[in-house]
């Protein structure tokens, strides 16, 4: 059976006989001084940690857009592991400034790959408005930007991309931000859908819309809390992005779906 564990952020840990595909994987979760103030560096002791509980083996890293919070732990993950990254041309574009081998595959709107028992489908979307109604560090990360980074540096690359997963015969959709392009979503039934709360608000009728195009089983909302704190089941909310509410508004959309509020690295089948 395959299983999905929500890490926090975007983050999901995906395993299947004993194999795992990391999504987004941001472990660190630097505070907003860190953030601000100095090059982004990855809290080893805290990731080396979470490594040494894994049940299983690590067989790839996707990265759906290279925002700080997906991409920033990626560099040490990849290097520790010794595992390839998949992601956009601004992935490729950090591994090679932190001195990694670059993506096997730059990722782009339709491509499909096999990662061990995975299998992933990139499709493009656009990166939804969070604080203040804007998109935040638009664009793409330079190829003469030198590691580290700051926060800054870390741009969301073209495209940014959802993923549909599948594994053990179910499929799952990974939404990392709360937005979308209507005619390239495939109209796709899937066991279940983890949605970004974060900015949906933004995004004009975004619950009918993407109840539109997906037909889950569950729905389980993500990114909605402050990442800049340590992750438990208490930490509070990006404003705007309170889970709850976010459910409400899907299940307006879509009755009958089930609607489940995943807690920090609880174990879900597909």
Known sequence: MATAKWLGTASLELEH??????????????NKWQTF????????????????????????IIVTHAHSDHLSDVPYLAQKLGVPVWGNESVDTTLKAYGLPPCPEVLAHGNRLAIGPFTVEAVKTRHGRVALGKVPFPGT?????????????????DPPLLAFI???????????????IDNLLPHRRVSSAWLCASGYQYTPEFAKRIMHKIKPKTVLPFHFEDFSLPLSETTRLIP????????SKILAAAPGVEIRIPKPYEKIPF
């Open 17 to 30: 006989n004993g194999q795992i595909l990391l999504i987004d994987p941001h472990i660190s979760r630097p």
């Open 37 to 60: 103030t100095a090059p982004l560096a990855p809290h080893k002791e805290k990731i080396d940690r979470y490594l040494a509980g894994l049940d299983g083996e690590v067989v790839g």
């Open 141 to 157: 990360i330079s190829p003469e930007a030198e590691a580290p980074f700051r926060v800054w540096q870390f741009k969301h690359g």
């Open 166 to 180: 599948t594994a053990g015969g179910q499929t799952i959709l990974h939404m990392g931000t709360a937005n979308m």
């Open 240 to 247: 705007g992005a309170d889970p709850h509410t976010f459910g």
